[in-house]
Nanobody
Framework: VQLVESGGGSVQSGGSLRLSCAASGFTFSTYCVGWFRQVPGKQREFVSSIRPDGATTYGDSVRGRFTISRDNAKNTLYLQMNSLKPEDTTTYYC????????????????WGQGTQVTVSS
């Protein structure tokens, strides 16, 4: 199983970035997939998830600014991040779960290596 994130980088406050996560080694279309983020020294924070049927959930801190989507034909997960703030600066992780989606980081099956997002003021 592999989850490979891309699209991170540096942007000014108010800017946008689009993260991608290429999945392989499992039946992507049947899994809940999502994004977490983690500041060093803190627990991973739920960002967003999307069910196989396309239903989405967002964390309070990103709702209205971030949009999650998936392309099952390409086995790829996306996170469109708009109106970025300095407090969004951290490492973002792609994750997958064979059961129903969850906001708890320790219940997910697979994780990517992470991609860094830096938002300057």
């Amino acid at each position: 199983v592999q989850l490979v994130e891309s699209g991170g980088g540096s942007v000014q406050s108010g800017g946008s970035l689009r993260l991608s996560c290429a999945a392989s080694g499992f039946t992507f279309s049947t899994y809940c997939v999502g994004w977490f983020r983690q500041v060093p020294g803190k627990q991973r924070e739920f960002v967003s998830s999307i069910r196989p049927d396309g239903a989405t959930t967002y964390g309070d801190s990103v709702r209205g600014r971030f949009t999650i989507s998936r392309d099952n034909a390409k086995n790829t997960l996306y996170l469109q991040m708009n109106s970025l703030k300095p407090e969004d600066t951290t490492t973002y992780y792609c994750t997958a779960r064979s059961r129903s989606c969850s906001v708890w980081h320790d219940t997910w099956d697979y994780w990517g290596q992470g991609t860094q997002v830096t938002v300057s003021s």
